[in-house]
């Protein structure tokens, strides 16, 4: 069973951009669909965008086209997400997590923005 | 925009049933849409169910099912336990690499 492990808690500045970690292991994270999901405080899930690791195509909600770029290193095994031009409203918890059906899911890194 | 609407709340009786839904804000929630279901306790990362609208997750229990219910994505809880007690949110692929996540529902169970 391929598990998860994230980056640790980063704090920023509004106007900066935050790169976030997701290390595969047990397994090949180029076999899978990998997705960025985020939960803002008392809120709930919201799909960030996803990539399709063979063939390095890469899909955003709209709502982050322009801000978020998802990449993955094959030679570490590790997925990335980069989101920039950070305001308040973007502090939340952000899961890596994947498969088509989002089946494994990492236990998430907490991004907070603040002046 | 697409908005993929939950109820927002619902609350079972312990050994109840209850029926959450997953619908769109235009159109119909097909087996094309390849559903997945979460249940996310508080403070915990979400956890998949159901897959491809009624395929269970490896270790999920049979108390747990998917389906179509009209128009809606469908997940009941047969025999709710009280550990049950948690955000449920569903996933609609929609193509072209995209999904949405509806709304949630949280479920209490007294």
């Known amino acids: 069973q391929v598990q998860l492990v994230q980056s640790g808690a980063e704090v920023k500045k509004p106007g900066s951009s935050v790169k976030v970690s997701c290390k595969a292991s047990?397994?090949?994270?180029?076999?899978?669909?990998v997705s960025w999901v985020r939960q803002a405080p008392g809120q709930g899930l919201e799909w960030m965008g996803g990539?399709?690791?063979?063939?390095?195509?890469?899909n955003y909600a709209e709502k982050f086209q322009g801000r978020v770029t998802i990449r993955t290193d094959e030679s570490t095994n590790t997925a990335y997400m980069e989101l920039s031009g950070l305001r308040l409203d973007d502090t939340a918890v952000y899961y890596c997590?994947?498969?088509?059906?989002?089946?494994?899911w990492g236990p998430g890194t907490t991004v907070t923005v603040s002046s | 925009q697409t908005v993929v609407t939950q109820e927002p709340s619902f609350s079972v009786s312990p050994g109840g049933t209850v029926t959450l839904t997953c619908g769109l804000s235009?159109?119909?929630?097909?087996?094309?849409?390849?559903t997945s279901w979460f249940q996310q306790p508080p403070g915990q990362a979400p956890r998949t169910l159901i897959y491809?609208?009624?395929s269970r997750s490896s270790g999920v229990p049979d108390r747990f099912s998917g389906s179509i219910f009209g128009n809606k994505a469908a997940l009941t809880i047969t025999g709710a336990q009280t550990d049950d007690e948690a955000d449920y949110y569903c996933?609609?692929?929609?193509?072209?690499?995209?999904?949405?996540f509806g709304t949630g529902t949280k479920v209490t169970v007294l």
């Open positions: 996933i609609l692929y929609m193509g072209s690499g995209i999904y949405v």
């Open positions: 047990g397994g090949t994270l180029n076999s899978y669909p």
């Open positions: 491809s609208t009624n």
């Open positions: 235009s159109g119909s929630v097909s087996p094309m849409y390849y």
């Open positions: 997590a994947i498969g088509e059906s989002l089946d494994v």
């Open positions: 990539i399709l690791p063979v063939l390095g195509t890469a």
